[in-house]
């Protein structure tokens, strides 16, 4: 009985990360134009963008999408960087969206971050749940 439990855990953390990763696979092949337009598309929905502020935005989430392809081919984590790269994006944003659409925007962005947060612990446990699994079955 404890076996079977153990392989049915096993199973699930496996289809659980074979998941994640083709998720994370896929991510990782969209161009910075796909990403881009991807952005625009959940920014419209999100704050309800008009046709003029589409245009402008999609330009913006451009610049963005190939200034973090090429920071990812530098390999460049330097935080200090990112975060000046943020000011940037947000003043451009600043000028296009309204004074409401920025602040839904950044409870949007903090939202997201605490989500994420949340969901690191998660991630921990469940490789270290494969981990032990593996332990286990060898």
């Given at each position: 009985?404890?076996?079977l439990?153990?392989?049915?855990?096993?199973?699930?953390?496996?289809?659980?990360?074979?998941?994640?990763?083709?998720?994370?696979?896929?991510?990782k092949?969209l161009?910075?134009?796909?990403?881009?337009?991807?952005?625009?598309?959940?920014?419209?929905v999100?704050?309800?963008?008009?046709?003029?502020?589409?245009?402008?935005?999609?330009?913006?989430?451009?610049?963005?999408?190939?200034?973090?392809e090429?920071?990812?081919?530098?390999s460049?984590?330097?935080?200090e960087?990112?975060?000046?790269?943020?000011?940037?994006?947000?003043?451009?944003f600043?000028?296009?969206?309204?004074?409401?659409?920025?602040?839904?925007?950044?409870?949007?962005?903090?939202?997201k971050m605490?989500?994420r947060?949340?969901q690191?612990?998660?991630?921990?446990?469940?490789?270290?749940?494969?981990?032990?699994?593996?332990?286990?079955?060898?």
């Amino acid at each position: 009985m404890k076996t079977l439990r153990i392989l049915i855990l096993g199973a699930l953390v496996s289809i659980t990360s074979v998941s994640f990763a083709q998720e994370q696979q896929a991510n990782k092949e969209l161009t910075p134009e796909m990403r881009a337009e991807r952005m625009t598309k959940k920014m419209t929905v999100d704050l309800s963008l008009t046709k003029d502020q589409i245009a402008k935005v999609e330009a913006i989430n451009l610049e963005i999408a190939k200034k973090r392809e090429a920071m990812k081919a530098e390999s460049t984590q330097d935080k200090e960087a990112n975060k000046a790269f943020k000011a940037e994006m947000d003043a451009k944003f600043q000028t296009v969206l309204t004074p409401e659409q920025m602040t839904k925007m950044k409870e949007l962005e903090q939202a997201k971050m605490e989500a994420r947060k949340a969901q690191k612990p998660e991630i921990r446990e469940t490789k270290a749940q494969t981990i032990q699994t593996e332990k286990i079955t060898e």
